[in-house]
């Protein structure tokens, strides 16, 4: 019941979480507050999450930056962690306590692709989006990041029928297909576009 989960579960996951390092535990507690997916009256599960985004073990930052976007709690604060974690920029930097892996990165771009895929609002689909499309088409050659941005842009669950998102669909649509064209070397001009 609903007050199990705020009475019992939740405190009884945040001080499991809070009394060790070792990482299974610590990953497996983010795992399962995330999916309960609320935050509880006392704390907030991306305050659970932000601080092991800067922790030594590289297996509790991925778990961390993809359990926010699992739990997809509606907050500002997760949404731009999130950002900042996929583009690796000022607030990325700072959660992450210097350059964002690129491992992390990764997860961090799964991460909002699901926390984008449970939220109706167009406003917040076209954020992630924007941020993949970066790093889509950004300098870095990492094959991960670069599949975590086209898996993540495949998973924002853009609505055709709603008049206001079809200008999203055909811009994720061409962002995927500028992609595979640039990596078959087909000149700008020539490219064909998507449109709805």
């Known amino acids: 019941t609903n007050s199990q989960i705020h009475e019992d579960i939740l405190p009884a996951l945040k001080r499991a979480i809070d009394s060790t390092e070792q990482r299974d535990i610590v990953s497996s507690c983010m795992v399962a507050m995330a999916k309960i997916g609320q935050d509880h009256k006392s704390f907030a599960l991306v305050d659970v999450f932000a601080p092991r985004l800067a922790r030594n073990n590289q297996e509790i930052r991925e778990t961390a930056a993809l359990a926010m976007g699992i739990s997809a709690v509606p907050s500002e604060k997760a949404l731009e962690h999130l950002?900042?974690?996929?583009r690796d920029n000022g607030v990325g930097r700072k959660l992450s306590g210097g350059k964002v892996s690129n491992r992390t990165r990764s997860f961090a771009l799964y991460g909002l692709g699901l926390y984008a895929n449970e939220h109706s609002s167009p406003s917040i689909k076209r954020r992630a989006l924007t941020a993949m499309r970066a790093v889509l088409e950004g300098s870095d050659r990492d094959r991960n990041i670069k599949v975590a941005a086209i898996q993540g842009i495949g998973m924002l669950a853009i609505d055709r029928m709603d008049a206001e998102s079809r200008p999203l669909m055909d811009e994720a649509l061409n962002?995927?297909?500028?992609?595979?064209?640039?990596?078959?070397?087909?000149?700008?001009?020539?490219r064909p576009r998507l449109i709805s």
Request: aromatic share 10%; proline share 5%.
């Open 175 to 190: 962002s995927l297909l500028d992609f595979y064209l640039s990596l078959i070397h087909i000149s700008e001009p020539t």
């Open 83 to 86: 950002i900042g974690l996929a």
